[in-house]
């Protein structure tokens, strides 16, 4: 056992400072444990949000000496003895109390999205998938929500003005599993996605994937094709004559 020090955020929407806790620390513990401990011996009014404790709920998402972490998975011997450990709260989210953050802009986009459209002419129970279609979007479905990805994005990070047309990485992964699955009747998940959720906005700069805890590839699995398929769309010659030509007969429109 040592003794380390832990600096917390403490405080509100109106704002906060960081406080100090000298606080005992076991070996094999993770950063939500001391977090606990200093809850139970010294400061009982801590507000932090967790669950299972486990690495599967997304609960316990803070910042971690400047990187957004699971406190439950970031164990206390990847820092160096006598290095301070500070935790402050999501910094893309408001602040709720302490550690607690407002994540609800995430459901709200989440809500945005157009759900799974099965075909018209298949009954539930009849659908069928060959097996390397389910393998290609299995990975996006290991997501947790924890939002480390979108507290991490440098979209929305330090510009709350981008909030609006910009949904965020995790989003992203689903409108990528959506446009990969066989079985969705929805033929404008590309469109949708670079008109209403801002994919463009996103430059690559693969931050989200860094910080994924589950390690999803995020910007080359996900991000990446779905920003080819979109320029393919809309900018390849052979698809941009091919509509010219079914659209043959037809008035022009706007965009043609």
């Known amino acids: 056992m040592s003794t ?31 977090v606990h401990r200093i809850q139970a011996e010294q400061a009982p009014d801590l507000a932090v949000r967790w669950n299972c404790k486990a690495g599967k709920c997304g609960s316990c998402s803070a910042e971690v000496n400047g990187m957004p972490r699971l406190m439950c998975m970031t164990r206390m011997n990847l820092f160096a003895d006598g290095e301070p450990v500070t935790i402050t709260p999501l910094r893309t989210f408001p602040v709720v109390r302490d550690l607690v953050t407002d994540v609800s802009f995430n459901y709200e986009k989440a809500r945005e999205m157009p759900q799974f459209a099965p075909p018209a002419d298949l009954k539930p129970g009849e659908y069928r998938m060959q097996q390397v279609d389910v393998e290609r979007s299995q990975e996006f479905r290991k997501c947790i929500e924890c939002f480390l990805c979108q507290n991490t994005c440098h979209v929305v990070r330090d510009h709350e003005e981008n909030k609006p047309p910009f949904s965020g990485p995790r989003l992203f992964i689903r409108a990528a599993e959506l446009d990969m699955h066989p079985l969705d009747a929805r033929d404008d998940r590309r469109e949708a996605a670079q008109d209403e959720q801002g994919l463009g906005y996103c430059n690559i700069t693969k931050c989200c994937t860094e910080v994924c805890p589950e390690h999803i590839h995020i910007t080359d699995n996900a991000i990446i094709p779905m920003k080819e398929r979109v320029a393919g769309d809309r900018y390849d010659p052979l698809v941009w004559l091919g509509r010219k030509i079914f659209r043959k007969g037809k008035a022009p429109s706007a965009t043609d």
Do not use: P
């Open 4 to 34: 380390r020090t832990f600096r917390v955020w403490r405080g509100d929407a109106e704002g906060g400072e960081l406080a100090e806790f000298d606080v005992a620390v076991n070996e094999g513990e993770v950063v939500l444990d001391v």
